[in-house]
Nanobody, 114 residues
Framework: QVQLVESGGGLVQPGGSLRLSCAASDNLFRISTMGWYRQAPGKERELVATISVYDNTNYSDSVKGRFTISRDNARKTVYLQMSNLRPEDTAVYYC????????WGQGTQVTVSS
């Protein structure tokens, strides 16, 4: 069973930055697409960004140019660098590992407010 542990969430003012991390417990990480998703209150979970084993990245239009996803295979960790944060970025952010099946982390809260 793969475990994913997110960290780095918190409260930040509009225009600020945060970096989320997600550490995987299994070497499956190295051959899997990794992603970040988010879910705001009353809304469905939505894709934020993904990164393939070849470092190909994909972003939702709402975060393109502000967020950067990256991975460190040696550390089995995926990152989400978030800049120029907006109140509408407030959500629980989830890490996802996608291989034959998908695995999810427990989520980390990001709140953007003045």
């Amino acid at each position: 069973q793969v475990q994913l542990v997110e960290s780095g969430g918190g409260l930040v003012q509009p225009g600020g930055s945060l970096r989320l991390s997600c550490a995987a417990s299994d070497n499956l990480f190295r051959i899997s697409t990794m992603g970040w998703y988010r879910q705001a209150p009353g809304k469905e979970r939505e894709l934020v960004a993904t990164i393939s084993v070849y470092d190909n990245t994909n972003y939702s239009d709402s975060v393109k140019g502000r967020f950067t996803i990256s991975r460190d295979n040696a550390r089995k960790t995926v990152y989400l660098q978030m800049s120029n944060l907006r109140p509408e970025d407030t959500a629980v952010y989830y890490c996802n590992l996608q291989n034959v099946r998908g695995y999810w982390g427990q989520g980390t809260q990001v709140t953007v407010s003045s």
